[in-house]
């Protein structure tokens, strides 16, 4: 299954979990439960502007992006976190009015049961989407993941906080404990901002990818070719290496590029997804940076 059809998958559970947690929300009229069910509503909008932009990254370069359209990814990440933020001050002033004005709650044994469901239903999607975005490298993927793994601790919170409810008769813990899930997913979505953000700047690709770059340039290297100024970067599922490659001033034009493209191709069979860009430079030759560090 592919990145998109996971997001497919991921609208149709939170269309799912978002009429399971409603319901549990109108039996009990837990303003806990509707902060549950708030954020559901975020996990929708979130998978549907994530498939939007896995389907414009995945679109080939053009004469305007003739890079590609990865970034796109990022995008969705930073939209869903922002999302969060609104659903969060919705919850929390839902939360104040319940405060000031207690309301009996009913019904619980069935709120619960339906929100166990529904966070059932979101941990067994949220464990295979996580997997599947490591596998393709997917930040959307990812981001829609780890938030709905969030809900799933979320909804296990308001379920001990309202038996807690139950037991005690103390009607002011439901508004507080919606007020924590709040504050919980605020911290979840300056989280998932935050990671945008430094997507969107460059970031190097990880350090296992690195390690692979690395351990292929040390076995083509020796006294007739070196390399110097590596930098790595990552642009969604795509990534990207560019080097300098110091060879003999007197080889031949063709022995350089077979040389070159031996390297290429061992680059890009030792990290999946690289786009390895190559300048070939004498032995003599330096070329001079602001930094004199090389970033890999």
Avoid: C
């Avoid at 269309?15 to 439960?33: E, H, M, P």
Wanted: glycine share 8%; no cysteine; net charge negative.
């Amino acid at each position: 299954m592919q990145v998109a059809s996971y997001l497919k998958l991921s609208v149709a559970v939170a269309v799912a979990t978002i009429a399971l947690k409603t319901g549990a929300w109108w039996l009990t009229d837990s303003v806990s439960l509707l902060s549950d069910a708030m954020e559901s509503l975020v996990n929708l909008a979130g998978a549907m502007f994530a498939l939007v932009m896995v389907t414009v990254a995945q679109a080939p370069p053009d004469a305007d992006h003739p890079y590609g359209h990865h970034k796109a990814e990022y995008f969705s990440s930073g939209f869903e976190g922002v999302l969060i933020l609104v659903a969060a001050l919705g919850i929390i002033w839902a939360s104040g009015q319940r405060l000031l004005h207690p309301q009996p709650l009913e019904a619980l044994g069935w709120g619960v049961v339906l929100s166990v469901v529904s966070s059932a239903m979101n941990g067994a999607l949220a464990w295979a989407m996580l997997r599947k975005a490591r596998e393709h490298r997917s930040m959307a993927l990812e981001a829609d993941a780890r938030h709905l793994f969030t809900d799933v601790w979320t909804s296990a919170g308001v379920v001990l906080g309202l038996g807690a409810v139950h037991a005690t008769g103390w009607l002011w813990l439901d508004p507080v404990i919606a007020i924590g899930v709040a504050l919980n997913i605020v911290r979840e979505g300056v989280h998932l901002i935050a990671r945008s953000a430094d997507g969107l700047m460059d970031r190097a690709i990880d350090a296992e990818g690195r390690e692979a770059i690395q351990r292929v340039l040390d076995d083509f290297a020796h006294h007739t070719i070196r390399f110097d100024h590596v930098v790595t970067r990552r642009a969604g599922q795509r990534q990207f290496v560019d080097l300098h490659m110091h060879m003999p001033a007197d080889w031949s034009l063709g022995r350089a590029a077979a040389v070159r493209a031996s390297v290429e191709q061992a680059l890009m069979a030792a990290v999946p997804g690289l786009r390895a860009t190559l300048q070939l430079l004498p032995m003599d030759v330096e070329a001079h940076f602001d930094d004199p560090r090389d970033p890999l």
